[in-house]
């Protein structure tokens, strides 16, 4: 007996996140696929891979599964939009928890409402192949994990729901059930506030060693060199730091690390964050 086919709606299929999971989801037969934009060049790109275009309005009262792939900015606007009118038993599926932290999610009783976001290949996954290697955001190629939230609704919708995000984020590793918040200081705090701009300082500092005359290439060596042995000793314990090193590390910390950095876990520095992330005229208030 044939599986019932599930409809599956991305809404912003042309943005950046949008069209890395149509690709994923085309490939899964059990799915009726709608594709969903608002921007004419998006929707010229699409055609252009030969997929077609649903109309917003149908394509939300048939879906079973919608997912907002639209900018966090609108997400609270889209979702007033399309919640009233998805079916009931449906499940809303958003990319990132900022909205939903936020409470500007759109909600309904007879929805369920999750929240998933990937982890991307990890630093330290085993990647066998060239195109692994090469699958550095991940959902091509390269095994990773995702993080999950029920914001609200039916567990057995939750597992609907949590199936497509396998699917959709495909290959998947481990899926960590956790709640909205615990997500929010993954991501923003964790992820941007903290790894995202220290991968930015990593940058300049590669430039300012240029612009001091040392070679670029060499620069480039010690620096990717240095920063798998500096994460593996700092979160594998593969081997201690040097007692010379532990000394520039302390010379580093106090010129560049505030004494009061770990505030950025502070719930009112997070709400402050995403506040700004999502462009709120009004402070966020827990
Ligand atoms: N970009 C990333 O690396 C990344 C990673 C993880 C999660 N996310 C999350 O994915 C979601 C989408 O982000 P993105 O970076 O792909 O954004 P994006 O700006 O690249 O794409 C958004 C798409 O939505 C379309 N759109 C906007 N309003 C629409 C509407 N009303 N109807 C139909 N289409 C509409 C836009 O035209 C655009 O094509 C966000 O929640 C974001 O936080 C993004």
Redesign the pocket.
Known sequence: MSKERLTVAV????????ARITDNLIKVEDYELRL????PQ?KKDIEAKGLELSD?SITVEVSDVII?????T??G??SE?VVPQMKSGAVLL???P??AYAGLLYDREDITSVVA??CHPSVFGKYLTEEEHADF?GGVAAEQDVVIAKYSGAEDKFNAGQEVVRNMYAPVGAIHRITVKQMAILEPTLAEVITCMIGTVFKESLDETVKKGVPEEAAKAMLYGHIQIALSVALKGTNPFSDACMVAIDHGKEAIIKPDWKRVFDDEVLDKVIGDMLHLKEPINH
């Open positions: 809404i912003g299929a042309g943005g950046k996140m949008g969903v934009e608002n921007s998006k917003m907002l792939a639209v900018p966090d609108v997400i606007k889209v939009q958003t990319l990132d900022a909205a976001h990937p955001f």
